[in-house]
């Protein structure tokens, strides 16, 4: 499942619906009666809360670290779903980071 279907949300979703649906499912999964559900509620929008993660998310499609920018850059784009691109200056500051 992907940090999006787990809390219930689209890619397009705006930070406000983001913070809506975590606060929502950790009302509904508090991590003492659900510790299971909650690390997963609480991973996905650990990766979808900060624009720079979602932005990696969006790139790479995975939550491993990648050793290779190109391997991440290929696996990219055979694994593109219709979906519009990140900015150049945006995949170059990225490319830098790892």
């Known amino acids: 499942m992907t940090p999006y279907e787990i809390l219930g949300i689209n890619s397009s979703s705006d930070d406000k619906a983001i913070r809506n649906a975590y606060l929502q499912l950790v009302k509904k999964h508090p991590p003492d009666r659900d510790p299971e559900k909650f690390k997963k509620v609480a991973d996905a929008y650990e ?13 790479f499609n995975r939550d491993v670290p990648v050793d290779c920018p190109f391997e991440a850059l290929v696996l990219h784009v055979k694994n593109t779903e219709k979906r519009t691109p990140p900015d150049f200056e945006q995949f170059k500051e990225l490319l830098r980071d790892v």
Do not use: A, P
């Open 47 to 59: 990766t979808v809360k900060d624009e720079n993660r979602r932005l990696k998310y969006y790139i």
